[in-house]
């Protein structure tokens, strides 16, 4: 019984191109958040959503946009793909914007060729 | 603003060794520390979280991690590696959307 699962698990696309991954959670949580892990293993959050108003946007080029249809949904968006945009991207979950841990995905791995 | 630091990229240990993987924050009011690990090609795991009282607290799989305030480090550490451990270790502080995460430490196991 997954607690919060992406799809798709990989992605490989060309530079140019629009996809979207898409994020849902059964835990009941209001908090939903889209991570970015690079090569080197760095997560960075890119957006997160409360009771589907997005509360952070960190700095992300514009290509990028989320979308929370209802609080268990947060799915990403990405126009004009770019070769730097291949990473593997994490979804998260939370109780609330102030609850203590975070629960993660599986993650999708993009690849831009 | 909040901030973890992991001074350890890559540590090796051999198996049945002890462990303790460095993690220190800065975080303005009371943390909520957490280490969680990511095995190769999946997600994020949660191994242990403090939020108060006592300051040494248990997790899954045989880790555990102290607390110090004065230190403002929230070291993991696991007395008897297994190879099954070699995995991404990730300090993170804060709670929920303002949790923010360290760089990582990369544990190899040696037979």
């Known amino acids: 019984d997954t607690a919060v699962s992406q799809t798709p698990k990989y992605l490989v696309t060309q530079m140019g191109n629009d996809k979207s991954i898409k994020c849902e959670q059964n835990l009941g949580h209001d908090t939903m958040y889209w991570y970015k892990q690079d090569s080197k293993k760095f997560l960075k959050i890119m957006f997160s959503?409360?009771?589907?108003?997005?509360?952070i946007n960190e700095t992300v080029p514009n290509r990028f946009s989320p979308k929370s249809p209802d609080k268990a949904h947060l799915n990403l968006h990405i126009n004009s793909l770019e070769l730097g945009d291949s990473a593997v991207y994490f979804c998260a979950s939370s109780l609330g914007r102030r609850s203590y841990e975070q629960y993660f995905g599986p993650g999708t791995r993009l690849t831009v060729t | 603003a909040q901030s973890v630091t992991q001074p350890d990229i890559h540590i090796t240990v051999s198996e049945g060794a002890s462990l303790e993987l460095r993690c220190n924050y800065s975080?303005?009011?009371?943390?909520?520390l957490f280490w969680y690990v990511q095995s190769p090609g999946q997600g994020l795991q949660l191994l242990l979280k403090?939020?108060?009282?006592?300051?040494l607290v248990q997790g899954i799989k045989g880790f555990e991690a102290e607390f110090k305030r004065s230190q403002s480090s929230f070291n993991l550490r696991k007395p008897s590696v297994h190879w099954s451990d070699a995995a991404e270790y990730f300090c993170?502080?804060?709670?929920?959307?303002?949790?923010?995460f360290g760089a990582g430490t990369r544990l190899t196991v040696k037979p």
């Open positions: 993170a502080v804060g709670p929920g959307a303002d949790m923010r």
């Open positions: 975080y303005g009011a009371t943390p909520y």
């Open positions: 403090y939020f108060s009282g006592d300051t």
């Open positions: 959503y409360n009771n589907k108003e997005l509360i």
